[in-house]
């Protein structure tokens, strides 16, 4: 199931053993000072940021910050040299064939609305269907409704079982008219922690005559993740889950297919020559990066690859699972609680949970006086939570600066709410 | 941050715990129901009236403590009430009501049961919408 994809590339396991107390001395939010110890516990809505990612874009802005790709002088071109090297790292870190395949976007939902547009806009039509799953994110649900509506294209769902994991049963009577040309699917989902077989979806899904396109944003930051073993056509992440900045993303799209796409947004640096009327695009990935893009973001992006691969992403994810464990062990202990999902071994670090009658903004706040910081809500993810009939969940969520002691604050705290809100 | 122990005053957790005017009522002259798309609370109002005045007032939905327990108060204050007065409630009157300082993503929960409220009484069309339109 998941060991099948992760394919290191020959990278040996780091040598040294994994300590998260070391990692969280790099993050400068857990050394602040304050009344209460900061337990965080919502990476999956967005990572902490380690010293070396904000001395990354530091430098860039207080030693060679100029435009890019233009500017003949020498800040401009180390600017230039600086965010076309965060491309390679990118690409070497996801297992890319080439940078030209990693076009850097908002998040992930730019890279999804890209494909949409571009991709969709100008190969789908009428009658045709595109399918999804029930635990999508709203960023994979709501680009390819737009499109649907426009177009008069058909949306097909996989369900999601009662255990949290996608009826796969149901595929190949999905795509059996043929009629399915997309097939967009979570890596890892942000709510139930589940772990999607991609490669066999995505051997369906091509067998049909579909591309697959994946939304990684839950899995590039936290396991090792290579694209062409994954079998997808696109791959949509965010750089803020992965240690990165807010407003950088990546989509990785296969050089056949992003070389015939129309370009996205129009402007400056994606264009070759233009005319009054016309125009012809530049070469990938410029051909998608209309505008100024987020250089400092880029930089940054670049410096969380290079931190998370000193960590080691087997280390990464494997701390991930053992928190998961602990988290649902321990959580078992407390009454009435519900977990959403899979058993631990077949999900990543991430557990949402409902409390008695409690609702989940309660516990949240409950949580929040001993400074346990966790996400209440739907998670963006309405459809999902529907599937369920409960209209929110609380969330906790890990990455490698998360200690097993803060899965003990969490349970203390819930323990307390149960108490506060007895009726 | 404060703890909860602010945030959840014993008014508060006594309206959350026994809600007055909970349920539904059959035939209302306006029922009205809104929801907070960040968080899924849910809240219908329906209400009696008779001669200008709010003869009687229900609330149901779902939602968290601090929104469930400002529609229950709400209801409690407008019963009873002339219609004409009840659109004068304002965003201070349920901030008073609850007694606590709210950070802008519970102050959502808690204004919840007023929009429902004010757009039930003005009817939607004629809403002016001020509780999400202030700036402060």
């Known amino acids: 199931m998941f060991h099948r994809h992760p394919v290191g590339a020959g990278a040996p396991a780091p040598l040294q053993t994994f300590d998260p107390q070391a990692v969280r001395a790099q993050f400068p939010i857990f050394r602040e000072p304050r009344a209460r110890p900061l337990v965080y516990l919502d990476s999956a809505a967005t990572s902490q940021k380690p010293d070396a990612v904000l001395q990354a874009m530091g430098r860039y802005y207080s030693s060679f910050n100029a435009n890019i790709h233009r500017g003949i002088y020498q800040i401009a071109e180390e600017a230039t040299a600086a965010y076309e090297d965060s491309r390679r790292r990118v690409a070497r870190f996801i297992h890319a064939a080439s940078p030209r395949e990693v076009v850097f976007t908002r998040n992930s939902t730019e890279a999804l609305n890209l494909v949409a547009h571009s991709w969709g806009r100008s190969r789908l039509e009428a009658g045709d269907a595109i399918v999804l799953t029930v635990m999508e994110h709203h960023s994979n649900l709501v680009p390819w409704q737009l499109l649907a509506s426009e177009r008069g294209i058909e949306l097909r769902f996989i369900p999601v079982t009662e255990g949290g994991e996608l009826d796969l049963a149901t595929l190949p009577k999905l795509l059996a008219d043929g009629r399915a040309k997309l097939v967009s699917v979570v890596h890892i989902s942000n709510v139930l922690g589940t772990v999607n077989p991609i490669p066999e979806i995505a051997r369906q899904a091509h067998a049909a005559g579909a591309v697959m396109v994946v939304d990684a944003s839950q899995s590039v930051p936290h396991c090792s993740v290579d694209v062409q073993a994954l079998g997808a056509d696109f791959v949509a992440f965010t750089g803020h889950k992965m240690l990165g900045p807010t407003g950088i993303g990546v989509l990785w799209g296969r050089r056949s297919l992003l070389e015939v796409m129309p370009p996205f947004l129009g402007g400056g640096e994606m264009i070759r020559e233009v005319k009054l009327t016309g125009s012809k695009w530049n070469d990938l990935p410029w051909k998608f990066e209309a505008g100024t893009m987020p250089i400092a973001e880029v930089v940054g992006l670049g410096a969380a690859v290079d931190y998370l691969e000193s960590l080691g992403m087997e280390a990464v994810f494997t701390h991930d699972r053992e928190l998961v464990a602990y988290a649902m062990e321990r959580l078992r202990e407390v009454p009435d609680l519900e977990i959403l999902g899979p058993p631990a071994d077949r999900r990543g670090g991430v557990v949402a949970f409902t409390l008695d009658h409690i609702h989940p903004h309660d516990v949240a706040t409950v949580l929040d006086a001993d400074g346990v910081a966790v996400r209440a809500g739907h998670h963006c993810a309405m459809p999902l939570h529907e599937r369920f009939g409960i209209p929110a969940t609380a969330r906790a969520s890990f990455y490698c600066y998360t200690l097993p002691q803060e899965i003990d604050a969490l349970v203390k705290g819930l323990h307390r709410a149960r108490q506060v809100f007895a009726r | ?136």
């Open chain 2, 1 to 136: 941050m404060s703890g909860f122990e602010d945030l959840y005053r014993e008014n508060i957790l006594d309206h959350y715990r026994n809600p007055r005017n909970q349920g539904t009522l059959e035939s209302p002259d306006i029922t009205y129901e809104d929801a907070n798309p960040l968080c899924g609370d849910l809240i219908r109002m329906d209400f009696k009236l008779k001669d200008g005045t709010i003869e009687q007032v229900c609330f149901s939905g779902h939602g968290c403590a601090i929104s469930q327990a400002s529609a229950s108060m709400l209801c409690e204050l407008v019963e009873g009430m002339p219609l004409e007065e009840a659109k004068k409630i304002g965003r201070e009157d349920v901030l008073e009501m609850l007694g606590i300082e709210l950070g802008p993503v519970r102050l959502k929960c808690a204004l919840l049961a007023l929009k429902t409220l004010k757009a039930g009484v003005y009817g939607i069309q004629q809403w002016p919408g001020e509780e999400e339109e202030s700036t402060r």
